[in-house]
């Protein structure tokens, strides 16, 4: 099993920034495809960004193309979030999550293994 820890959230002003943590654990993560979602109240989850971290390649949700940065430290397995320009609808719970495969998804479906969500909230 991989177990995936999320730190780095809070409360913020909108305007503000945050990165977010995801520590992953159990396995080298060098031939993963590693994302995030989030999911504001009564919402469903949905797709923010991924990295394959073997050859680097991003991916972003139209939502926050050019606001967030997702990288990654192999050696570290820890993936991050750079959050910028934060807005009110950021608000959410964000998820990191893992694949084991070399194609990028924005499915939920297909992501294995799943951390347990950091807070996000950006105030007005």
């Known amino acids: 099993q991989v177990q995936l820890v999320e730190s780095g959230g809070g409360l913020v002003q909108a305007g503000g920034s945050l990165r977010l943590s995801c520590a992953a654990s159990?396995?080298?993560?060098?031939?993963?495809?590693m994302g995030w979602f989030r999911q504001a109240p009564g919402k469903e989850r949905e797709f923010v960004a991924a990295?394959?971290?073997?050859?680097?390649?991003?991916f972003y949700a139209d939502s926050v193309k050019g606001r967030f940065t997702i990288s990654g430290d192999v050696a570290k397995n820890t993936v991050y979030l750079q959050m910028n320009n934060l807005k009110p609808e950021d608000t959410a719970i964000y998820y990191c999550?893992?694949?084991?495969?070399?194609?990028?998804?924005?499915?939920?479906?297909?992501?294995?293994?799943w951390g347990q969500g950091t807070q996000v909230t950006v105030s007005s």
């Open positions: 159990g396995r080298t993560f060098s031939n993963y495809i």
């Open positions: 999550a893992a694949r084991p495969s070399s194609i990028i998804s924005i499915s939920i479906n297909d992501y294995m293994n």
């Open positions: 990295i394959r971290w073997s050859v680097g390649t991003l």
